[in-house]
């Protein structure tokens, strides 16, 4: 693609995503449901109006990093501290229950193997990709149901976040089986190292901010320089200790969320965010869906995929947060909310290829998981909240 019709290619999704937004408001849906079926109709599935490209991708990572950073900046930090134990302990089920679900689907359906064998770890493969948790459709679907900062919001927030870093390791030591030159161990000191330079910067940047803000409140270098900071730990982040870009821009924004001026700077973020860069993002899942060469076997394999993808988010994340004293609604709450996939599994998935151990039909299965959860996780945590608030306002009458 020449850089002229990227151009014109911004301005398709742009309108599209907006349109089909608003129609998925007016049907009770949210938005981001909408924006996604957009990227479906103009992208090469449909009508092949817009194609993926690397344009494309750069500004949807943008988008995902942002979304993230406000994701951040809006989560209560007492809050988080409260569920930081249940959040790492539903990440771990939430990503053990995946991992045993989709190497056992595989084995299923083309034969079990020798613990260690190539087969075998093919097998693995496929469940490590189901480990991934993408949060930006779940905090931009509790963003438009106003319920981000809540306790549940943020037990969700925090979980998929530790659930990525586990994700990731996994698919390290997964690689390190088959690869040699790769020490698992490595992956652990480096992210042990991460959370060391998280907590050292954080302090420091902190205090920083807080003396801008007490001297400069509400003006527009504090979000300025809180966008610099989000993108250098989202940069630093990958680049230096190997953990994915979205959980240094996430960090970013816990660093940020007690000051005085927490708001504004999201208000700010947001409006970008809003713009161009949520949308492209959310529109970037439709365009990377094609058909070409999706047999009847392929088919079968892809609804057993998504089906074992989001079922076992459910039934691992959902019933330990039974387990630790959550109601059923609740509960269901955070299985549903951290059933969706999106970029960790689109990158573990695209490793896997160039390492030789998964095959590139199987890309279409994890396109199909994307969408699917994607577009099913808002639909349902909106049902579920609907409830609560039916059953407020019955306490109320």
Do not use: W
């Not at 993230?68 to 990503?95: P, Q, S, W, Y």
């Not at 920083?208 to 989000?230: E, M, Q, S, T």
């Not at 599994?345 to 994307?370: H, N, Q, T």
């Amino acid at each position: 693609m020449d850089r002229i019709a990227f151009f014109r290619d911004l301005a398709v999704i742009i309108v599209s995503a907006k349109v089909f937004g608003l129609i998925a408001q007016k049907l009770k849906a949210p938005q981001v449901v909408g924006e996604i079926i957009a990227g479906l109709l103009i992208g090469p599935c449909c009508f092949k109006l817009v194609g993926d490209s690397d344009y494309l991708s750069l500004i949807a990572e943008i988008g995902v990093v942002m979304l993230m950073f406000g994701a951040g900046l809006e989560t209560n930090m007492k809050d988080l501290l409260r569920t930081g134990v249940k959040a790492l302990i539903i990440a771990c089920v939430g990503v053990f229950v995946p991992l045993v679900g989709g190497t056992l689907l595989y084995s299923a359906f083309y034969g079990f193997a020798k613990v260690g064998s190539e087969h075998f770890l093919r097998a693995v493969f496929i469940g490590t990709i189901m480990t991934a948790t993408s949060v930006g459709i779940t905090v931009q679907t509790l963003k438009e149901l106003g319920k981000l900062k809540g306790e549940i919001g943020t037990l969700i927030m925090s979980s998929a976040i530790i659930d990525d870093v586990i994700g990731i390791i996994v698919l390290t030591f997964v690689i390190g089986f088959k690869n040699p030159e790769t020490k698992p161990s490595e992956v652990v000191i480096r992210t042990l190292l991460f959370i060391v330079f998280s907590f050292g910067i954080g302090f420091l940047t902190y205090f920083i901010f807080k003396k801008i803000d007490k001297r400069y409140p509400h003006k527009r270098r504090i979000p300025i320089l809180g966008l610099a900071l989000c993108m250098f730990l989202a940069f630093a982040a990958e680049e230096f200790f190997g953990i994915a870009d979205i959980t240094g821009a996430y960090v970013a924004g816990l660093i940020l969320c007690s000051l005085k001026d927490s708001e504004y700077i999201a208000s700010k973020v947001d409006v970008n965010s809003y713009m161009i860069f949520g949308p492209v993002f959310f529109a970037s899942i439709g365009l990377k869906t094609t058909l070409d060469g999706f047999t009847t076997e392929l088919l079968i394999f892809s609804i057993g995929f998504v089906l074992v993808g989001l079922l076992t988010k459910i039934i691992g994340c959902g019933l330990t947060a039974k387990i630790m004293g959550y109601d059923l609604n609740n509960s269901l709450k955070v299985g549903v909310g951290m059933m969706t996939r999106g970029e960790v599994a689109l990158i573990v998935a695209r490793k896997g290829m160039s390492e030789g151990m998964l095959d590139a039909k199987y890309f279409a299965s994890v396109i199909l998981l994307i969408i699917v959860s994607s577009m099913t996780t808002p639909i349902v945590l909106k049902l579920l909240y609907r409830k609560d608030d039916a059953a407020a306002a019955a306490e109320n009458a």
